[in-house]
């Protein structure tokens, strides 16, 4: 049996939504100077990417540094290894869904006592098991505790959101 799937976000609808975020962090870190964005496993790091050209091709003056968090089990590795002691900070991830990977990356960041820790997401579920906050989204979407959301990076050039 084959699941359904909606389609929520297509390719270009993705790529206006990173560019919204993109501008509403550059209008908050504008004095910052350097911005740390640590994608969250494989599709949270080719986000955090692509977030990034955006942010740059905005604010040129804004260095932007990428880092991939890996999770796996209770452990994160930064690669490559990060230090966030005095540095502004934006968790990226492609879906929240229950808030526990988050929960586990942001505990390891924040004992490194950075300036400022915000959170980005391209897709936001309303079901959520621990107590954080999204402060960048591209879209927000009430599912069922039933329904999924993924994001299918398998194409670079396809890339999609969808509910299943």
Excluded: W
């Amino acid at each position: 049996m084959t699941t359904a799937k909606t389609k929520i976000l297509s390719h270009s609808e993705i790529l206006t939504k990173l560019e919204r975020m993109a501008c509403e962090i550059c209008e908050k870190h504008i004095q910052s100077g350097e911005l740390v964005i640590c994608g969250l496993n494989s599709r949270g790091f080719a986000l955090s990417k692509l977030l990034g050209e955006k942010i740059s091709a905005i604010d040129s003056q804004l260095k932007v540094v990428h880092v991939n968090a890996v999770v796996e089990k209770d452990a994160v590795e930064f690669t490559p290894a990060a230090e966030f002691t005095g540095k502004h900070v934006l968790v990226m991830d492609d879906v929240i869904n229950t808030g526990s990977t988050l929960m586990l990356v942001l505990s390891e960041i924040y004992r490194q006592r950075p300036v400022s820790i915000g959170t980005v997401f391209l897709a936001k579920r309303e079901h959520r098991n621990f107590p954080v906050k999204a402060d960048y989204v591209g879209v927000s979407i009430a599912t069922t505790l039933q329904e999924h959301v993924q994001f299918d990076s398998t194409d670079s050039n396809n890339l999609s959101v969808y509910l299943v």
